[in-house]
């Protein structure tokens, strides 16, 4: 079973319940799949870490074959590629490593070259299988690394997702048996919660709301979950303490009583055997 | 005129907080919101008419042709992207997936496939009173940078002579965020005291610095924690980055929001705090209060 841990707004608190989720389960994995912020391993502090590094191609042009038709600049779509002083040049940043220009050339004078844009981290924490993709700062899109962590899957499995509700948000949770949406309760928390909800209902997913720092009930958020039927699975209040804590990297789950249950009891909920 | 960013790396710092305070104190005439994925400075700006509306296109995606398609499977063979499955001899494209490369369609044997333009969000542009230029791109959609490119645009080139102009940028360090980043004299970056905000607030330095720009590093809720609030200053120091201020966590912050208004409209130790560090980003860029 794969749940999915997203929430729009960023700072809600994804990882501390994708964290805890996992640590309440035990025998489960962990995927950092926010990877521009990959911050879940300052709270696991996994040993005996492994690195791959994550790629993509990019396109390497034999100047002795290219006969400067242009072909290839003429295919690209995302304007990765410039004919310039009687030389193809490719700009890295924009290309997709679609493999396009490779196709149309007639010559045969491109090939494809490896180029790392991050990496793949994995650890462990007592029982619980640590994935962290992490991109490199400089670079645009994370896409790649998501789908190479996303890969590591197994058993159950807490996908801890970028904000926003974009590209990247959509690949983490589009196998995804379940989608926990963690709330904040105020205006913007609560703008930004619809449009993710927006996303996990357009893949159809089963989904259930975490609202975390309450001080007081959030009247819009609280009727729009009633409107549209999702259950509250929690209401964390805001707590000076946890927020220490969290503030420290600790998992409140193996630190506070009551968290490891309480999380526990989530897994129940969304129908999760432990 | 001068160019403010906000940014903060890791998200829900309160850079839209901080960014509506700044607009209101600097009674900025030119706005923008680049958290396309996120948008919400639109809920705490005051505006006094409806906004001109465009549709956003990003990449092209592909389409198929099921009269034409002979259910070949060369699409879904060099499909880098995973985006199209032949299934009962027929091709279909999943247009979350499709980045609009247009190697499917190069490749049909059958001229079967078209690549077609893709509404992938709006944009909105408000000239009532003060310029406030923002967008929304729809869900699971890409391009966010093109789109944040798009809204800065629309800002600079409707925004009347006027000596400031603040954007609201988005969490992260990628596409966005890099987008946003071009053409700006100043970031303030709105940092978390946590394990988790400093190491945000390190990549987002990294970033930056690739790109060469300025910037200043204000902490939000530092008494939160006292001891990371320490630390984010002494890299500061060590860095060579303007240290701006410090906010104390408030209730009153979203209270203020819920309510549509700004911190710095009440009275309250995080509005003062607000104006501290408006007083001094005005010194960095020079700029008149």
């Known amino acids: ?274 | 005129m001068k160019k403010l960013l906000l940014l903060s790396g890791k998200g829900g710092t309160g850079k839209t907080t901080v960014s509506a305070a700044l607009v209101r104190l600097s009674q900025a005439r030119a706005i923008a919101d680049c958290d396309v994925d996120a948008p919400n400075l639109h809920l705490v700006t005051e505006q006094n008419a409806g906004p001109e509306r465009f549709d956003f296109f990003g990449g092209d995606k592909a389409e198929v042709d099921g009269q034409k398609c002979i259910g070949c499977g060369s699409c879904e063979a060099h499909c880098r992207f995973g985006a199209i499955t032949v299934e009962n001899g027929k091709a279909s494209v999943n247009a979350y997936a499709c980045e609009g490369c247009g190697v499917c369609a190069f490749l049909c044997p059958a001229v079967a496939i078209t690549l077609a333009k893709d509404l992938a969000g709006k944009r909105e542009l408000y000239t009532g009173g003060s310029v406030f230029s923002t967008a929304t791109l729809k869900m699971g959609r890409g391009n966010s940078g093109k789109l944040v490119t798009e809204v800065k645009l629309a800002m600079l080139k409707a925004a009347p002579e006027c000596s400031l102009a603040i954007i609201d940028g988005s969490p992260g360090i990628g596409c966005p965020v890099i987008a946003s980043v071009s053409g700006m004299d100043l970031v303030l970056a709105v940092a978390e005291p946590s394990g988790s905000g400093i190491n945000d607030l390190k990549r987002l330095v990294k970033t930056a610095e690739t790109f060469q720009t300025t910037l200043a590093v204000c902490v939000n809720k530092y008494d939160v924690s006292p001891e990371h609030t320490a630390e984010i200053e002494n890299f500061c120091r060590d860095q060579g980055i303007h240290f701006v201020g410090r906010i104390p966590f408030d209730p009153m912050a979203a209270k203020a929001a819920n309510e549509g208004f700004s911190v710095v409209d009440v009275d309250c130790p995080a509005g003062r705090a607000v104006r501290g560090i408006y007083r001094e980003v005005c010194k960095i860029l020079e700029l008149k209060q």
């Open chain 1, 1 to 274: 079973m794969k749940i999915g841990v997203l929430s729009g707004k960023g700072g809600a608190g994804k990882t501390f319940v994708a964290v805890n989720l996992a640590a309440a389960a035990g025998h489960a994995a962990y995927i950092d799949c926010d990877v521009e912020e990959p911050n879940g391993r300052l709270f696991w502090k996994p040993e005996n870490v492994n690195s791959t590094p994550v790629n993509t191609l990019l396109p390497e042009f034999d100047a002795a074959k290219c006969s400067g038709c242009k072909k290839c600049v003429q295919f690209c779509r995302f304007h990765a590629l410039l004919y310039i002083k009687e030389k193809p040049m490719v700009f890295s940043e924009v290309c997709h490593s679609c493999g396009g220009c490779l196709m149309v050339c007639p010559q045969g004078a491109i090939r494809e070259v490896p180029k790392q844009i991050g990496v793949l981290e994995e650890g462990r924490h007592g029982d619980v299988k640590l994935i962290t993709g992490v991109l490199n700062p400089g670079e645009a899109s994370g896409i790649p690394v998501i789908r190479h962590a996303l890969k590591q899957a197994e058993g159950l499995t807490v996908i801890d997702c970028p904000p926003g509700s974009a590209c990247s948000v959509m690949e983490c949770v589009m196998d995804a048996d379940y989608c926990v949406l963690v709330a904040e309760p105020t205006a913007f928390g609560f703008h930004n919660f619809q449009m993710v909800h927006e996303l996990a209902a357009l893949l159809q997913k089963p989904c259930g709301v975490v609202i975390n720092k309450q001080t007081e009930p959030y009247t819009p958020l609280e009727d729009y979950c009633r409107e549209k039927g999702l259950p509250v699975l929690d209401r964390i209040a805001y707590d000076p303490a946890l927020g220490k804590l969290l503030a420290d990297n600790e998992i409140a789950a193996e630190m506070l009583p009551g968290y490891r249950e309480r999380f526990a009891a989530i897994w129940e909920k969304i129908g999760g055997r432990l």
